[in-house]
T-cell receptor, first 113, second 112 residues
């Protein structure tokens, strides 16, 4: 029962380095999402993919890129990491049907020095 | 501009009593609302949801109420148990969209 798997769980980067966060789901879900969680800010949507082959910006997309590699995998890339991107990143997936909840991974804790 | 607001950062309740968590929203186009529970070092897990065509949904000890005119929803947990201690997020989805907007969370502590 893997569900949504995120790798790595922890990462420390230096300012300016690049990094790709990986996410894979085994539930055959159509939609996938990337969020960041910061203290006092809740979960904010970075990018989402409604279906394989499509991606759209969320609330806070600046500084990030995404790739929906196939139906299972949705990666998040930081091209030039900045301290403001220090956060916990969550990936989620959802069935294509209308009123279905998202299923979340356990997060990647990213620190940028 | 925060479209989904949880104005109480924390709440403490005695075991066995009712916990009431509140959430307000500003966008009248939201048509589906959810509550998630989050333990430390884990991802949020889905708890209960409600469509805008309903005003109440129950699942065991958890009930969600929706007041569309007030743009307000609440989660009632009865009776509260120590294992319910977690951060609770409400979320809302715009009609016809795939975007879910989350509130800032309320940390519930159930005291034994």
């Amino acid at each position: 029962n893997a569900g949504v798997t995120q790798t790595p769980k922890f990462q420390v980067l230096k300012t300016g380095q690049s990094m790709t966060l990986q996410c894979a789901q085994d539930m055959n879900h159509n939609s996938m999402y990337w969020y960041r969680q910061d203290p006092g800010m809740g979960l904010r949507l970075i990018y989402y993919s409604a279906s394989e082959g499509t991606t759209d910006k969320g609330e806070v997309p600046n500084g990030y890129n995404v790739s929906r590699l196939n139906k299972r995998e949705f990666s998040l890339r930081l091209e030039s990491a900045a301290p403001s991107q220090t956060s916990v990143y969550f990936c989620a997936s959802r069935e294509g049907a209308s009123n279905q909840p998202q299923h979340f991974g356990d997060g990647t804790r990213l620190s940028i020095l | 501009d925060q479209q989904v607001k949880q104005n109480s950062p924390s709440l403490s309740v005695q075991e066995g009593r009712i916990s009431i968590l509140n959430c307000d929203y500003t966008n009248s186009m939201f048509d589906y609302f959810l509550w998630y529970k989050k333990y430390p070092a884990e991802g949020p897990t889905f708890l209960i949801s409600i469509s805008s065509i309903k005003d109440k949904n129950e699942d065991g000890r958890f009930t969600v109420f929706l007041n569309k005119s007030a743009k307000h929803l609440s989660l009632h947990i009865v009776p509260s148990q120590p294992g319910d201690s977690a951060v609770y997020f409400c979320a809302a989805r715009g009609s016809g969209t795939y975007k879910y907007i989350f509130g800032t969370g309320t940390r519930l502590k159930v005291l034994a």
